[in-house]
């Protein structure tokens, strides 16, 4: 299995644009995770989904993020409109059973200037 | 609430050296599991362990051992004969067993760096 898949690797976009990233967990595996990592605020999990449905969102900073999970083999992280605080890694997650290990994707730099 | 505490934030060693990181966690839960991560240079989070809080015995895998004591409620991971290659950020993290409520809460991390 090619892991937990994520696009882009790095985006650099301007403050006030809208921001897509994308995640194609392990096939087979019921969870994913959206996780964004900060100097500041370290390794926080912002959303998770079992089957494609949202179960805890308490995580998303404000209401210009969004994640959705269409199928079980995508999701997608949306920032409108982006601003430079949210500048950080995202990493998408997924794993099979709960709890077990979570396999993390390469992450996605996001720099907004 | 639940809170995993890295009181190391950095540590520098000689390769060959053991060395040790600190994870002491906080949970009211009576079943959870810990974790630990590694973060190379290059960035992504690569899985380590999985315990869960009713097995207590310590494992050893290879040159990484780890001691796990729910009376100090601590879950210390050692690298023995330690190698460039280990150099890394570490990561201690908890999650409740409970459905519904499956995340996992990362501590600061450690950064380790050992030198040739």
């Known amino acids: 299995d090619a892991g937990v898949i994520q696009s882009p690797r790095h985006e650099v976009t301007e403050m006030g644009q809208e921001v897509t990233l994308r995640c194609k967990p392990i096939s087979g595996h019921d969870y994913l995770f959206w996780y964004r990592q900060t100097m500041m605020r370290g390794l926080e999990l912002l959303i998770y989904?079992?089957?494609?449905?949202?179960?805890?969102d308490s995580g998303m900073p404000e209401d210009r993020f969004s994640a959705k999970m269409p199928n079980a083999s995508f999701s997608t992280l949306k920032i409108q409109p982006s601003e430079p605080r949210d500048s950080a890694v995202y990493f998408c997650?997924?794993?099979?059973?709960?709890?077990?290990?979570?396999?993390f994707g390469q992450g996605t730099r996001l720099t907004v200037v | 609430a639940q809170k995993v505490t890295q009181a190391q934030t950095e540590i520098s060693v000689v390769e060959k050296e053991d060395v040790t990181l600190d994870c002491v966690y906080e949970?009211?839960?009576?079943?959870?599991?810990l974790f630990w991560y590694k973060q190379p240079p290059s960035g992504e989070l690569v899985f380590l362990i999985r315990r869960n809080s009713f097995d207590e015995q310590n494992e050893i895998s290879g040159r990484y051992s780890w001691n796990f004591q729910k009376s100090t409620s601590s879950f210390n991971f050692t690298i023995t004969a330690s190698q460039v290659v280990d150099s890394a950020v570490y990561f201690c993290a908890l999650s409740e067993a409970i459905q519904g409520a499956q995340k996992l809460v990362f501590g600061q991390g450690t950064r380790l760096t050992i030198n040739p």
């Open positions: 949970t009211r839960d009576t079943t959870y599991y």
């Open positions: 989904f079992n089957n494609n449905v949202p179960i805890d």
């Open positions: 997650a997924s794993s099979d059973r709960v709890p077990t290990e979570a396999f």
